[in-house]
């Protein structure tokens, strides 16, 4: 079997340059190529996964099959390619740490000094050996920014695995800022130069410098950070701004990114299979028409707080040939007074997932809104919760009608904790994470959309439906349309005399990618885009 070739992503300067962008690119060129590849991203903090931070700070966190609590980078990994993330695509210093402090327990060091040199960068290294078995490349995306001292243990790491590799199965690649400085009237490399000798003061020798710029470099320019940084002036490439994220895998390309990492790592692309990519890519940026859809959220003020909701109704509105405007309404907002103004204009209402108790009645009266005034309506997780509560309490009359999450003492909980539901105590845990089977019956919404009786999609969330209220929600119109079949837990409901209106306890936007766009968001942008004035 050919040996795996290992490719780590480090970046310079400062954060937020966009390192996952660029590794979920590289993967993308491989694959065109006919590789099959992985991902793996370190994270230097100290929390064991980003399921208990706060979206203000970290964006969202995303979720694998497997129910892996991750990094929002492994949503651009699965979206740009093939792969699919799991437990192994993502370890955090606090989950290294922890597993390393779990062995000296336990006395697996055999009463030795437990060190971070070899024992913390050892665990670095297994895991980034493990999620490469049976893989042609794989990406490993270090998190923060060099010269932190967090993330020096994950460096040092991968100078190791550098030593104890084939010198053709190791590429490592540093994204770096060169600014245009207007006062000065000329880019500046300055900034590319520190941190280029930052990293080789660790011991890292970059192959290949991807420049963040707003313009192409100059051949100077190029010349000048090359002779600096040790390097050929054919590896230091321009990473330029774009319009849309997904060109980026293109541009890198058509840069010679792609010959480059071939020569370098001495491997023959089987096949340059990027032609659908680039279509879609045409397609998306030829959209002339709008719908313009309100996401009332508690974390809207965040751009990274949904972003594979973002993403996910990006891809519906090109499978439908509409730009996607979206309204971000911050669900405080709607707590009082008349909607109508907030709305107008707004062809459909999306309430996604959340937690806590802050902005909860705007989302619902959102969702009466949606409800009475015949507006394409989709509640995702949270938003379907809230979509059930206002039925509850409007149509069938329960004025007391909450979940057990914001009103543990009312007397019409239609939501409770998952242990509190019969048949759930053996789950073992506090909370659904991953991939659950849902079945669909057979003339409703949801089976019309999914075109099958069986899927699959992920979840994140701790409180589940009532049973208690199923008929009398059925007998006034909500339908249940798809349950988990091993523990009969309710899924999606939905309105029959309406638009489009569907609440799921899932979270489908987790699954949607651009040449596979999740058919709920197609089936709802399409709704929206059909009833435009």
Known sequence: MAKTRYIFVTGGVLSSLGKGIAAASIGNI??????????????????????????????????????????????????????????????????????????????????????????????????????????????????????????????????????????????????????????AGELKTKPTQHSVKALQEIGIQPDILLCRTETPLPAEIKKKIALFANLREEAVVSAVDVDMIYEIPLIYKKEGLGAIILKKLKLRGRKDDSQAWGNWIRRAKGLSAEVRIAIIGKYVRHSDAYKSLYEALFHAGVANRVRVILERIDSDSLAGGDLSGQFRGVHAILVPGGFGIRGIEGMIRAAEFARVHGIPYFGICLGMQVCTIEFARNVLGLRDAHSAEFDPHSSQRVFLKLHELKNVDTLGHNMRLGAYSCILKKNSLAFRVYQEEKISERHRHRFEFNPEFEYMLENKGMRVSGKNPERNLVEIVELADHPWFLGCQFHPEFKSRPLQPHPLFVSFVGCAKRGRA
Do not use: C
């Open 30 to 183: 491989l694959e065109s190529y006919g590789f099959h590849i992985r991902f793996l991203k370190l994270d230097p903090y100290l929390n064991v996964d980003p399921g208990t931070m706060s979206p203000f700070q970290h964006g969202e966190v995303f979720v694998t099959d497997d129910g892996a609590e991750t990094d929002l980078d492994l949503g651009h990994y699965e979206r740009f390619t093939t792969t699919l993330a799991s437990q192994k695509s993502n370890w955090t210093a606090g989950r290294i740490y922890e597993k390393v402090i779990q062995k000296e327990r336990r006395g697996d060091y055999l009463g030795k000094t437990v060190q971070v040199i070899p024992h913390v960068t050892d665990e670095i290294k297994a895991a980034v050996f493990e999620v490469g078995k049976n893989a042609d490349a794989v990406l490993v995306e270090i998190g923060g920014t060099v010269g932190d001292i967090e993330s020096l243990p994950f460096l040092e790491a991968i100078r190791q695995i550098g030593l104890e590799t084939d010198e053709e199965q190791v590429l490592y690649i540093h994204l770096t800022l060169v600014p245009f400085v207007k006062t």
